[in-house]
């Protein structure tokens, strides 16, 4: 009998990659090895849970890689910096933690001289191309499976397949596709393929637990979260407590509508506490110790940054020149940021920063000036009036 071929699956313990479990094996005789990457969605209870359930599913072996760290360290802390929400609503959830998923996976399959890599992607979604750009720069000599995509499956041929072979899942979880991570989760189901219908309470991870308002305050240093409510914590530490105590309020709730990379508009919800929470925070605090052509600059290349995360070209190295740049303006972003949280919605009270400019040496806004006169003003303003005077005089309007 010949030897079966490695294949390296990409694998989360959802309906699709047990899918790809099961065809892998029966359909194309292969031997499976099923890689979960550990984002930060998933705890030790949750982790043994589904190697369970992809050995009785039939891999040869399971393996979890933690990327928490590098996935703080090399993506999520440019987030914050950048202040990077897609279409002023996503923070990046999914598009940023495919990549690093992907990485692992590549450097996994490499080292374990894997001829196929295989995930479980659809044909109409953004993960199919963010997988493929990754294996495909660092591990060109796999060859890439999809059967998700291939085979062009729906959900419930899905489920009629595994049902088939005797897989027995929790089938009413499976309506939704729930991708679980660090920087947040994402919710696709029914009403997601609709541009009117919003996703029922259910469907949320997290439901609404606590009714009673609370204030809380958070601490950055160079534009890295290091407390909540003085109490010192590692990033990605202070990045888990915020989505427990913000997911309790039912913040961070929200349907994403935008450009896919194949060029489809797509729907899809999330639940990111953490991540609201720190981007408005640290963009409050940007207001006020940042100058005007800062703010105005790393708007420009934040949105740049954003955008390639989002479509999959974290390997070029146009990212690795905007993070340098983005390292740069975090000198003077330390202070403290107050918020106050109440059931599905928050507000941000205010700063405090050695390094904020609302200082009353040179005057308050709106009231009175310490470091010019009314002369200087005069003067000022006729000089930066020349160009636009020049422009209406010679066109004669």
């Known amino acids: 009998m010949a030897d079966q071929s490695k294949v390296v699956l990409a694998f989360s313990g959802g309906l699709d990659t047990s899918y790809c479990v099961k065809y892998l094996k029966h359909d194309l005789n292969m031997e499976v090895h099923s890689v979960l990457v550990n984002t930060g969605g998933f705890d030790q209870e949750e982790l043994k849970a589904i190697e369970k359930h992809a050995l009785e599913l039939g891999v040869a072996h399971h393996e979890s890689i933690d990327v928490v760290d590098e996935f703080y360290q090399k993506a999520i802390k440019y987030l914050i910096f950048g202040n990077i929400l897609k279409n002023n609503t996503y923070p990046l959830s999914v598009s940023a933690e495919r990549v690093f998923q992907a990485m692992a996976i590549a450097r996994y399959a490499k080292e374990n001289n894997a001829e196929y890599i295989a995930h479980g992607s659809t044909g109409a979604g953004n993960d199919q191309v963010r997988f493929d750009l990754v294996f495909n720069i660092m591990a060109p000599e796999a060859k890439i499976i999809t059967p998700i995509r291939d085979l062009q499956l729906s959900r419930q041929q899905e489920i009629d397949y595994l049902k088939s072979h005797g897989v027995n899942m929790n089938w009413e979880k499976a309506k939704y596709s729930i991708n679980k991570g660090l920087w947040g989760t994402s919710v696709g189901g029914a009403e997601t393929l609709t541009s009117k219908e919003a996703l029922p309470e ?106 390639m995360m989002h479509e999959g070209q974290y390997l070029d190295p146009i990212m690795r020149n905007i993070e340098k740049f983005m390292d740069d303006t975090q000198q003077f972003v330390t202070g403290k940021v107050h918020l106050k949280l109440s059931p599905y919605q928050f507000a941000l009270l205010g700063i405090e920063s050695e390094h904020d400019l609302m200082t009353s040496k040179f005057g308050n806004y709106g009231e009175m000036n310490k470091g010019w006169s009314g002369e200087d003003v005069k003067g000022f303003t006729k000089i930066l009036a020349n160009q636009t005077k020049i422009f209406y005089a010679v066109n004669e309007l």
């Not at 407390?227 to 990033?235: K, N, R, V």
């Not at 309020?249 to 509508?257: E, F, K, L, T």
């Open 202 to 307: 259910e469907a949320y991870p997290s439901q609404l637990t606590n009714k009673e308002p609370k204030s809380i305050t958070l601490e950055f240093k160079e534009g890295e979260i290091t407390a909540i409510d003085g109490e010192s914590m590692s990033a990605p530490k202070a990045i888990q407590l915020l989505n427990k105590i913000g997911s309790e309020y039912a913040i961070g709730r929200d349907i994403h509508v935008g450009d896919t990379i194949i060029g489809i508009k797509g729907r899809v919800g999330f639940e990111a506490a953490a991540p609201i929470l720190l981007i408005k925070a640290h963009h409050l605090l940007e207001k006020h110790t940042l100058t005007k052509w800062q703010q105005h600059w790393k708007e420009q290349l934040s949105s740049w940054y954003g955008m």
